[in-house]
């Protein structure tokens, strides 16, 4: 069995420390076979924020799969912005934008979805969308074909629609038609695991909550996701919220899905 850790919007310089010791005993509980880092890692791209973001990761002790967010782009330095928005974090995280992981049943495809001249939005193009199906398409049966963005590629609340990924729809036919099993996301504090209607096969949301951060939603603890995949089409979701009780993540939901193969 594969053990993914999806670690989202974290926003390093808000982080509450006996949330991030308690993730760090989970990690050490769970073993993950890859930490997928899903961007909003800082909360104003600072390069303290980054550094103190990746001795956090480095902790985690397993190999880490991670994308900016909008709040990974300085907000106030606008000539940072506009000719290097990516030197912080890639100093910190590397400069691959377009990350892919694959192990023997796992593949695990990053995109970066955010912008310079957006300052919340995110987007996905149509050079990226055709890129990931093509990598999609040479995924092997037996791996779970999971991609990465930062805003969601779907929302359950009315109120989420601005915050969906511009180009989504597109996205998702595509992606779905090369054979993508999860889309994994975060952006807005919410975690939820959601079937997307109308496509040419099974292909869903996977959304997480912050993970670390005081800037929960309200009625939301921080949470993170863990995906197990056993083969033969077997994956669990499960979400983990922090329990202030215990100081410790405790697993609160687990949704079983069915990924088509042939």
């Known amino acids: 069995m594969s053990v993914l850790l999806q670690v989202s919007d974290p926003h390093f310089g808000t982080e509450r420390p006996p949330v991030v010791e308690a ?83 796992l593949l695990v495809i990053g995109v970066n979805t955010t912008r310079a001249w957006r300052h919340k939005d995110g987007e996905v193009s149509d050079a990226q969308i055709a890129t990931v199906a093509q990598q999609l398409r040479q995924a092997r049966p037996e791996q779970l074909r999971v991609v990465v963005v930062h805003q969601p590629i779907d929302v359950m609340r009315q109120e989420d629609l601005p915050n969906r990924l511009h180009n989504h729809a597109a996205a998702q036919q595509a992606w779905a038609a090369a054979g993508a099993d999860v889309v994994m996301g975060g952006h807005i504090h919410l975690p939820y695991v959601m079937p997307l209607p109308g496509l040419a096969r099974a292909l869903w949301a996977v959304q997480a909550g912050t993970a670390v951060s005081s800037r929960v939603r309200s009625g939301m603890p921080n949470s993170v996701n863990v995906l197990r995949w056993a083969g033969a089409a077997a994956c669990v979701v499960e979400q983990w919220d922090f329990s202030a009780a215990t100081s410790s993540f405790v697993r609160v939901a687990s949704t079983s899905l069915a990924p088509q193969r042939g």
């Open 23 to 105: 993730l760090v005993a989970l990690a050490a509980q769970l073993r993950p076979d890859l930490v997928v880092l899903s961007g909003d890692i800082t909360q104003r791209a600072r390069t303290g924020q980054f550094n103190a973001a990746r001795a956090a990761m480095d902790r985690l002790g397993a190999p880490l799969l991670a994308l900016p967010g909008n709040h990974d782009i300085a907000l106030f330095d606008f000539w940072s912005r506009l000719t290097r928005p990516y030197a912080r974090y890639s100093a910190a995280f590397g400069a691959d934008l377009a990350p892919v992981f694959a192990s023997h049943d």
